[in-house]
């Protein structure tokens, strides 16, 4: 009969070897997280659809408490996304009431090539009439590093409030080949960090030192939206949707958020690997 047998396409996958309250607290978690995965053919066809999902996600938190915190990821992926929002849904988004701020920065100057500022005021922010008090970039310009994450947690706190994290409405994020998201990288401080919500980071992956929200601080936004393109991508992606996966070894897996949604945006070829 298990030849017969059809794998269900929604199944939570926890490892059997694990002890039984590991295996609990795995299927609790699992059970109360909402995740949902759109395999589109292309990053253009994704970007397109994940533009139009956000358009909604800043209206109606605009709607229920009169602004929207938009936090944006750096990085190649997204760049199709906000060319989208600061165009074709440019005037579908009340910009006076969105708050931009990043989930992680490369600590180099605003202007820099490498800047994930730079990058978004290049696609989006430079296009839209979202107020320049409107825009929380990361303080790039401190030294050291260290200060400058100190700085912006001081910016999220007064923005969130001293809850136990900035509780972003909506949260643009992207996985590396090696399963980093943000500046959390394998193996570092940011996977583990409970009480601050910004760290300056820097591994040998890197050549800049980042500025980066921890995973604890990320895990606390309503909206998640990954987005995902290409073949080099297909592993991170299978592991970071593994609900046993360890967020040491692949931190996007770590993106668990106990409330609020995460929507994975996801082409063809970096799915490919998930029927294998
Ligand atoms: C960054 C991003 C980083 C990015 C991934 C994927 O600062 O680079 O925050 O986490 O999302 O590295 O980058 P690509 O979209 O370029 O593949």
């Known amino acids: 009969q298990f030849d ?8 939570i996958v926890i490892d059997a070897a694990a002890t039984p309250d590991v295996i609990v ?7 109360s997280l909402v995740v949902r995965v759109h395999v589109l ?9 994940a533009a139009a999902a956000a358009v909604d996600i800043i209206n109606a938190a605009v709607a229920a408490h009169g602004r929207c915190s938009l936090a944006l990821s750096g990085g190649e992926t997204p760049r199709g996304m906000y060319r989208l929002l600061g165009t074709q849904f440019r005037a579908q988004v009340p910009w006076a009431q969105v708050h931009v701020f990043w989930g992680d920065d490369r600590y180099v100057p605003a202007d820099h090539p490498e800047s994930n500022y730079r990058m ?8 839209v009439p979202c107020p320049a008090s409107n825009i929380h970039a ?5 030294s050291p590093a260290a200060d400058a994450a100190a700085m ?12 136990d994290g900035p509780a972003f409405d909506l949260n643009i994020l992207g996985i590396g080949e090696d399963g980093h998201t943000a500046s959390v ?9 409970q009480e601050r919500w910004v760290v300056a980071a820097h591994t040998d992956a890197t050549p800049q030192w980042r500025l980066t929200l921890t995973l604890s601080a990320l895990c606390r936004s309503t909206n998640i939206y990954f987005l995902v393109a290409g073949a080099t991508k297909a592993s991170a992606l299978r592991h970071a949707l593994a609900a046993d996966s360890d967020p040491h070894v692949y931190p996007a897996a770590g993106i668990r958020p106990t409330t609020g949604t995460v929507v994975w945006w996801v082409d063809s ?3 490919q690997s998930r029927r294998g």
């Open 4 to 11: 017969a047998l059809e794998e269900p396409s929604n199944a």
């Open 25 to 31: 607290e795995r299927i609790v978690r699992q059970l």
């Open 41 to 49: 053919a292309d990053v253009d066809a994704l970007s397109a659809q």
């Open 120 to 127: 978004a005021r290049e696609t989006l922010l430079d296009h």
């Open 138 to 142: 990361m303080p790039t310009h401190l």
């Open 152 to 163: 912006y947690e001081k910016v999220l706190r007064e923005f969130f409030g001293d809850g």
């Open 185 to 193: 990288f394998p193996g570092t401080p940011a996977v583990d960090e």
């Open 269 to 271: 070829a970096s799915a």
